[in-house]
């Protein structure tokens, strides 16, 4: 870690290395943007995309694609809100955890319902021909809701403090990764998808998933297996236990094969957005963890990436306006507590005295 007490100097030199580093990062992925025509690529796209419907694998890839991450951003932001209306204080907490268990059975009645009334128009998709995602769906929000509620007392203090602390340096590697990253190399490469017209010429071969049928933007490189890794590899350095870490390596391996089964982009395509989400989450963690008012930075990192996207200055100034103040507030309640001390990288799964 190279915050270690906090001082200036030290967050100087954090942000120094990060930004050269990003900057090579970056470099290394838009030049070999200059192969992107390679013909085995093309080859292990058409081996890697199946030619028929294969049983509970084409649901669980849909299942997969369109939903992990919102599960993911969801329950995590709860959690997250949660903490900082309750921490430091038991009962406060036990409140948050009732909250989050009946945020997880409402969360899993609204999607699981998806599977009788998907294509009545009243969730953000118009139709699923494969509907059987939704119960699934609606039983891992259910229980990663419920999951993440017990965190609140599991957890004791100081590991609820890391834990929150990753979700900003989460938002900060969304940044990096996606919004500059990512978007700005689909730009500057410019390769058209599998699906795209360009490719006429062979991607009749290639057989459609129905609820992920991608033609527009850029392939190079994958923007979902990109952020898929941005939202999760800081638990990755976070959490030792390799009993967590492989799992979470296999999950992120199948998102991006996810890409592939459904044509949405080449294998190419996906190998460098996994090297350069990986990395420079990697590199954020090392240089950024112990970073200063860490949740300031990653409110204003994504209010300009609200503006980026949506072009209009309302919605990116009140989120700015709504830090400001949060912060200004949070200097002012703990004006006269000690200053809290860095936090190690560890995050170690402790049972608390006050647990139900």
């Known amino acids: 870690m190279m915050i270690k007490t906090g001082t200036l100097r030290e967050h100087i030199q954090a942000w120094l290395v990060f930004l050269a580093a990003y900057a090579a990062v ?10 992107v025509d390679a013909s085995w690529d ?7 995309n199946p030619d028929r419907y294969i049983p509970v694998l084409d649901e669980l890839i849909i299942l997969q694609t369109d939903f992990a991450m919102i ?3 969801l329950i995590s932001l709860a959690w997250v809100i949660g903490y900082h209306a309750s921490r430091n204080r038991p009962a406060a907490q036990k409140w948050a955890r009732r909250v989050l268990h009946v945020l997880g059975i409402l969360f899993g009645i609204w999607y699981g319902l998806g599977v009788v009334i998907h294509d009545k128009g009243i969730f953000y998709w118009n139709e699923y021909a494969y509907p059987a995602v939704f119960p699934l769906l609606g039983l891992i929000l259910f229980t990663g809701f419920y999951f993440a509620g017990n965190l609140y007392v599991r957890l004791d203090d100081e590991n609820q403090r890391k834990l929150a602390h990753a979700f900003w340096l989460t938002l900060v590697a969304l940044f990096f990764v996606n919004v500059i990253g990512e978007d700005t190399i689909k730009q500057w490469i410019g390769r ?3 699906l795209n017209e360009a490719n006429a010429a062979w991607n009749g071969a290639i057989r459609q998933l129905p609820d992920e049928i991608v033609r527009g933007s850029y392939s190079y490189i994958s923007g979902h297996t990109s952020s898929f890794w941005a939202q999760t590899f800081i638990f990755f350095w976070l959490i030792k236990s390799w009993r967590f870490r492989i799992p979470l390596l296999a999950l992120g391996v199948f998102h ?26 990697s590199v954020l ?29 309302a919605l990116p100034a009140l989120i700015a306006c709504i830090s400001f103040v949060w912060f200004d ?28």
């Open 26 to 35: 970056f470099g290394i992925t838009l030049f070999f943007g200059n192969y």
């Open 42 to 48: 093309i080859q292990a796209l058409l081996w890697l």
């Open 71 to 73: 599960c993911l951003l």
């Open 192 to 194: 058209p998808r599998p």
């Open 256 to 281: 991006g094969y996810t890409r592939l089964y459904t044509a949405a982009h080449f294998p190419y395509c996906v190998i460098m957005a996994t090297f350069f989400a990986v990395v420079v989450t």
């Open 285 to 313: 963690y090392h240089c950024l963890w112990n970073h200063r008012h860490l949740p300031l930075i990653s409110m204003l990192l994504l209010s300009v990436a609200v503006y980026r996207f949506r072009q209009s200055w």
């Open 329 to 356: 507030v949070s200097l002012l309640l703990n004006e006269r507590a000690p200053k809290p001390a860095p936090l190690d990288g560890t995050l170690q799964w402790l049972p608390q005295s006050q647990e139900e």
